[in-house]
């Protein structure tokens, strides 16, 4: 049986998702995987992350909230002190103007990650916890479901790139089982440096996966076009941003307000339908500019509206329960 429809897209989440079971595939380890989706840098976006969490420390960052920490609200907690002292003696130059820092303070005390009080004029500021190390490796994953010569070409410059600035510590190519071995002519494409991973779907998921080639671990902390400490930084942001989207949140910037959008749980995952074009929809077709959109109903929404809203709140709400629900 083949992923959802031919969209890469399902593939993606139905590879999210097994991931976020079953990952890592050749190796046994305690450490929990937070799984997101589109994520990396101005350069480099990554299909599929996989964040490999320290279990202990995964659960102190819980006290920092469900959401994402941004570079600005980081600074802050990590270097927040256990006592009050003035914010100016407490954090590192950050480089930039203080009054940023200042704005960065009052947001993180409304967000409930730092405490703050004044002191005649002067703003003080004291640790909620510290800031846990929860990050330990980070996995980057490209979806290609038809891994033929010619994607397997276009794939080689992107892991390529990858593999020299080594931003994570492992890249992997995912692609769908055919019941063939991978071809050996499909990997001389490939930077030796890149797993590739076969994964073999049946109706209740993914029923197999098959590591075809294992990949070399990468050194995050030497210099190579990003200095260790640049890639330090970026490391920790992508990770925030995978805690705090995971691979669900595909559905913010898709229709689920549209009468036509149904989720349908395939492999185990919950995937877009549209029940217009009767396809798996991609996140940009399924757009506000989709000439097929038509908002639910009002009839739909009576029940619990406006306050619960109809069934695209519905599968928000769901959607959003299932990422609570996993961290
Ligand atoms: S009609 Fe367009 S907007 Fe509506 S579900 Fe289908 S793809 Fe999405």
């Given at each position: 049986m083949t992923a959802p429809g031919d969209a890469e897209f399902?593939?993606?989440?139905?590879?999210?998702?097994?991931?976020?079971?079953?990952?890592?595939?050749?190796?046994?380890?305690?450490?929990?995987?937070?799984?997101?989706?589109?994520l990396g840098t101005q350069r480099r976006?990554?299909?599929?992350v996989v964040v490999e969490a320290d279990p202990d420390a995964l659960a102190a960052r819980a006290a920092f909230g469900a959401d994402?920490?941004?570079?600005?609200?980081?600074?802050?907690?990590?270097?927040a002190p256990a006592e009050w002292a003035w914010y100016r003696d407490a954090l590192p130059d950050p480089g930039y103007p203080w009054r940023y820092v200042r704005a960065a303070i009052h947001r993180a005390a409304d967000r409930g990650v730092v405490e703050k009080r004044r002191d005649g004029n002067r703003i003080q500021i004291r640790q909620i916890a510290p800031y846990p190390d929860w990050v330990r490796r980070i996995v980057a994953i490209e979806n290609k479901p038809d891994l033929d010569a010619s994607a397997?070409?276009?794939?080689?410059?992107?892991?390529?790139?990858d593999v020299s600035t080594a931003l994570?510590?492992?890249?992997?190519?995912?692609?769908?089982?055919?019941?063939?071995a991978v071809e050996p002519a499909l990997l001389e494409d490939l930077p030796v440096e890149a797993g590739v991973l076969a994964l073999e779907f049946d109706g209740d998921g993914v029923a197999d996966d098959t590591v075809a080639w294992h990949p070399a671990s990468l050194d995050p902390t030497t210099d190579t076009s990003l200095s260790a400490e640049e890639k330090a930084e970026k490391r920790l942001e992508i990770a925030e941003r995978a805690?705090?989207?995971?691979?669900r949140s595909y559905v913010e910037t898709m229709r689920p307000d549209c009468r036509w959008f149904e989720l349908r749980e395939v492999h185990d995952a919950f995937v877009p339908w549209c029940a217009a074009k009767e396809t798996h929809p991609t996140a940009a077709e399924c757009s506000g500019s989709c000439p097929?959109?038509?908002?639910?109903?009002?009839?739909?929404?009576?029940?619990?509206?406006?306050?619960?809203?109809?069934?695209?709140?519905?599968?928000?709400?769901?959607?959003?329960?299932?990422?609570?629900?996993?961290?």
């Open positions: 399902g593939f993606e989440l139905v590879t999210c998702r097994w991931a976020e079971r079953a990952w890592p595939p050749d190796r046994e380890t305690d450490a929990v995987p937070v799984v997101a989706r589109q976006r990554w299909d599929t994402t920490l941004d570079s600005d609200l980081l600074h802050i907690v990590r270097n397997a070409r276009a794939l080689a410059d992107q892991l390529d790139h994570a510590d492992e890249v992997w190519v995912a692609t769908e089982a055919t019941g063939a805690y705090g989207s995971g691979w097929e959109f038509q908002p639910e109903p009002p009839a739909w929404r009576t029940r619990g509206w406006p306050i619960e809203g109809g069934p695209g709140k519905g599968i928000k709400r769901l959607l959003a329960r299932r990422r609570r629900d996993r961290r």
